[in-house]
Nanobody
């Protein structure tokens, strides 16, 4: 089992930046594919970004491509989400997720077994 704790959320103006972190503990972090998802009030949880075990493969939702960057530091057991050029529609609770069974990466939330508690990101216009 792996435990995930997100941090770095907050309130930012449109056009600003935030960097989210997700610290993992409990098992060998490099065995896990990592994903970022978000959920806005009244909406389904949606895929944001994913990264393969060694960090060589990344994938992004179209809505964040070119603005967000996912990375990981396996020595620090941490995955990051750098968010630039933030928009009010990026406002949501952001969750990191992990799973050791995914082959390379995945956009499907049902394929991730472990989730953090979430961190709120609010972008004001």
């Amino acid at each position: 089992q792996v435990q995930l704790v997100e941090s770095g959320g907050g309130l930012v103006q449109a056009g600003g930046s935030l960097r989210l972190s997700c610290a993992a503990s409990g098992r060998t972090f490099s065995n896990y594919v990592m994903g970022w998802f978000r959920q806005a009030p009244g909406k389904e949880r949606e895929f944001v970004a994913a990264i393969s075990r060694a960090g060589r493969i990344t994938d992004y939702a179209d809505s964040v491509k070119g603005r967000f960057t996912v990375s990981r530091d396996n020595a620090k057991n941490t995955v990051y989400l750098q968010m630039n050029s933030l928009k009010p529609e990026d406002t949501a609770v952001y969750y990191c997720a992990a799973d050791s069974r995914i082959r390379s990466w995945s956009r499907m939330k049902d394929e991730y077994a472990y989730w953090g508690q979430g961190t709120q990101v609010t972008v004001s216009s």
